[in-house]
């Protein structure tokens, strides 16, 4: 009789350590989803970048970014074109303006910039347009 005991505890050990088993497994795997879930969360706004991107440029070149003419996002992130204030003159139809195209990697962190065109603030843009 005690070998029928002790298999029949033996065989409810095992059951009982395969629901637990499974029981961790299906907790892992939630908190996998729920990771994934908290990572899509985390993905910033259009206009927290719109924000970030200006704020990041204007301390890397210490000029003043007025305003961001294009946005979009992209494969690698996201990329705007912003219009910045490179020299102030008087009177400020004279002031120096510049767009750079700024990148962005998809949480919104500058990856790199560059000035795509320079122009005097009280110009129209002849290129392009009418």
């Known amino acids: 009789m005690s070998n029928t005991n002790n298999t029949s505890e033996s065989q409810g050990s095992q ?10 497994d299906s907790q892992e795997s939630r908190k ?19 924000r970030e991107a200006r704020a990041q440029l204007a301390e890397l070149t210490g000029m003043t970014a007025e305003s961001v003419s294009s946005f979009e996002q992209t494969e690698e992130g996201w990329a705007l074109a912003v ?18 195209l700024v990148q962005l990697d998809p949480e919104g962190q500058l990856t790199g910039y560059r000035r795509v065109r320079r122009y005097e603030r009280g110009r129209a843009d002849a290129r392009g347009g009418r």
């Open 15 to 24: 059951q009982s350590s395969r629901k637990s088993q499974k029981s961790q």
């Open 83 to 100: 219009e910045v204030l490179e020299l102030e003159r008087v009177p400020d139809t004279m002031s120096l303006m510049a767009s750079y």
């Open 32 to 50: 996998t989803h729920n990771s994934h879930e908290a990572q899509e969360s985390r993905r910033p706004r259009p206009m927290e970048v719109l």
